[in-house]
């Protein structure tokens, strides 16, 4: 079915938290661990608007339809970062937008070449290239999607696991919007689908790599999708890649993690959690 884009800016809004007990995080609170994976997650919603300018370098700006959704996507992936950042808060560590912008103004070279790589890639392949970063975004957003279910599942904390589960419900429209634009843009050119499938085998890491440490990228990863579960959720990921016109037999979401060492068999944090809290 076709995404309504009218209906999704006349609705979209942000997460929803002021009716959680943010104060069950005093009594309950989260383990390092998870702060960790939270505080990752935070800077990579934070760090969208800084996608979205490199974005705007590109032949995506001119298209209407992803004009409008790209607008109300920033605000909510930004209300993400800002409800994160209060969970965080509650546990003494404190995320503030301005002090994330600067850091990104201390990366310099990289970070201000990013908006010149992306307009020349968008020069070169022309209108093909709207379809790369439609199929691009399909992919990051099923795995934003994925991360937050599996750590509301994993951590099992009542007022996380609601909180993580509202931003994913808002993840899986993203996830429409992308996937449904780039279904329809590779199936109308084949330039599109060999340049995607180049693009996305060759270059597509995990949302985060690039504005966090391998260090931090890697636990993230390990936490949430080591073992047998965790690589059959990365399985699933891949297979709605793959369903793209062009990017057939793709698993690059599975090759990452290769890349990054993590297990593909055995227990997964969860199951290894529970033994330690049973011996
Ligand atoms: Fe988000
Ligand atoms: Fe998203």
Not at 18 to 27: N, S
Request: hydrophobic fraction near 45%.
């Amino acid at each position: 079915m076709a995404f309504d884009i009218d209906k999704y800016t006349a609705n979209s809004t942000a997460v929803g938290w002021d009716d959680l007990d943010f104060d069950e995080f005093d009594r309950t609170p989260l383990p390092a661990s998870t702060l960790r994976i939270l505080r990752y997650m935070c800077d990579v919603e934070y760090h969208t608007v800084c996608y979205l300018r490199d974005l705007l370098t590109t032949p995506s700006h001119k298209e209407p339809e992803i004009g409008a959704f790209m607008t109300m996507w920033n605000r909510e992936e930004f209300w993400h970062g800002e409800a994160l950042s209060a969970v965080l808060a509650k546990h003494d560590m404190a995320v503030d937008f301005d002090e994330l912008k600067a850091t990104r103004v201390k990366l310099g070279w990289k970070d201000r070449l990013d908006p010149i790589k992306q307009s020349m890639m968008g020069g070169l392949v022309g209108h093909d290239f709207v379809a790369v970063h439609m199929a691009w975004g399909a992919a990051n957003e099923w795995s934003a999607n994925a991360a937050y279910l599996r750590l509301a599942k994993q951590e099992g904390h009542p007022v996380l696991a609601e909180l993580l589960k509202r931003i994913a419900a808002q993840e899986t429209k993203h996830v429409a919007f992308y996937a449904s634009q780039a279904r329809d843009r590779l199936a109308a050119s084949k330039k599109a689908r060999v340049i995607a499938r180049f693009a996305l085998n060759k270059f597509w890491r995990p949302v985060g790599s690039g504005i966090s440490s391998e260090a931090e990228v890697g636990h993230v990863m390990g936490v949430l999708f080591a073992g047998t579960e965790g690589r059959k959720l990365v399985r699933d990921m891949d297979s709605h890649i793959a369903k793209l016109p062009g990017l057939e037999g793709l698993t690059i979401v599975e090759n990452a993690l290769d890349g990054y060492g993590i297990p593909a068999e055995g227990p997964g944090t969860e199951e290894l959690r529970r033994e330690v809290v049973a011996a």
